[in-house]
């Protein structure tokens, strides 16, 4: 987010409005809500991480375990072993019990 002057975008009579109730002070103004864009959509993190996740899940599978996982991908066992479940539940692998 990145902040501009008001006196750029509004006409002098709404500036003058808004500055009897926020004179002076920093004003968030939320985005409509047809132009949110959800997490990740801005950058290419939301695809990133969902490639990481399916190679933690493809290695796991060929036999490595979360502690090794965790360690090659700087997290810790506790969220490798969350991917591990999101991934089988995501593939129709069942509840992931017993790893």
């Known amino acids: 987010m990145r902040y501009i002057k008001a006196a750029d975008v509004l ?3 709404l500036l003058r409005e808004v500055q009897r109730y926020a004179d002076g002070a920093y004003l968030y103004i939320p985005r409509v809500s047809e132009n ?4 990740g959509d801005r950058t290419r993190s939301k695809e990133e ?4 996740n399916r190679d933690i899940y ?4 060929a036999g490595e375990g979360p502690r090794e996982l965790a360690g090659a991908y700087f997290l810790t066992e506790k969220t490798v072993r969350r991917i591990i479940l999101a991934q089988r539940k995501a593939r129709g692998g ?6």
Do not use: I
């Open 36 to 39: 949110r864009l959800s997490w």
């Open 58 to 61: 493809a290695r796991f599978q």
């Open 11 to 13: 006409p002098e009579e």
């Open 94 to 99: 069942g509840d992931g019990g017993g790893e």
């Open 49 to 52: 991480t969902a490639r990481r």
